[in-house]
């Protein structure tokens, strides 16, 4: 089974904290997401990886940034938490090259910034 | 912008009772998935229809794409209490492998 790790389920955070969420996945998988949810916007891309060190700007990239280190590896920083940013962010991998398109995603970190 | 548009925002049936929800897009597309998320969890992929499919069945679940109005329709048939879930769309966005994912439907199944 594929698997899709976050490393916290929530999070507390305090305004102008330095925030890092990580995700892992075990299935080497190319492409990475990180997306947020919030009530009423579906799901907005954050930023995206397509191979390690590769980043491209997703939707609403601002107040964040990225880190892609390790294949299986990719990092969100929030590099100045603001109440803004209080949301759920969600993982996602998936294949390269058209071999599937199916995203598989982690269950979610729910983000509080006070 | 967004690209998917689901339609009902929400939606509430009888067990038994079959379930549709429609998806709008803009640009043209390669391919269309549906996901499906439990309450407060990560997205789960249901099934992907490509852009010179008009129809495709997964169990209980078929999907429907008519590209000349840019829209999809999923329907769930014979529900049940655990298919309570929102259920969203995505299009990628003029074939890339990035996905453009709608607001979903909410779908509350009662037992």
């Known amino acids: 089974d594929v698997k899709v790790t976050q490393s916290s389920r929530y999070l507390v955070k305090r305004t102008g904290e330095k925030v890092f969420l990580e995700c892992v996945q075990d299935?080497?998988?190319?492409?990475m997401f990180w997306y947020r949810q919030d009530p009423g916007l579906g799901l907005r891309l954050i930023y995206f990886s397509y191979d390690v060190k590769m980043k491209e700007k997703g939707d609403i990239p601002e107040g964040y940034s990225v880190s892609r280190e390790k294949k299986e590896r990719f990092s969100l920083i929030l590099e100045s938490a603001s109440t803004n940013q209080t949301s759920m962010y969600l993982c996602?991998?998936?294949?390269?090259?058209?071999?599937?398109?199916?995203?598989?995603f982690g269950p979610g970190t729910r983000l509080t910034v006070t | 912008s967004q690209q998917g548009e689901e339609d009902p925002q929400a939606l509430s049936i009888q067990e038994g009772e079959n379930a549709t929800m429609n998806c709008s897009y803009k640009?043209?597309?390669?391919?269309l998935q549906w996901y499906r998320q439990n309450s407060g969890r990560g997205l789960v992929h249901l099934i992907l229809?490509?852009?010179?499919?008009r129809e495709k069945h997964s169990g209980r679940l078929r999907v429907t794409l008519d590209t000349s109005k840019k829209s999809s329709s999923l329907l769930i048939t014979a529900s049940r209490a655990a298919d309570t879930a929102s259920y969203f769309c995505a299009t990628d966005a003029g074939g890339t492998y990035k996905y453009i994912f709608g607001t979903g439907t909410r779908l509350k199944v009662l037992a």
């Open positions: 229809i490509r852009s010179n499919e």
């Open positions: 299935m080497d998988h190319e492409n």
């Open positions: 996602a991998s998936s294949f390269h090259g058209g071999r599937s398109y199916e995203q598989y």
């Open positions: 640009t043209s597309i390669n391919n």
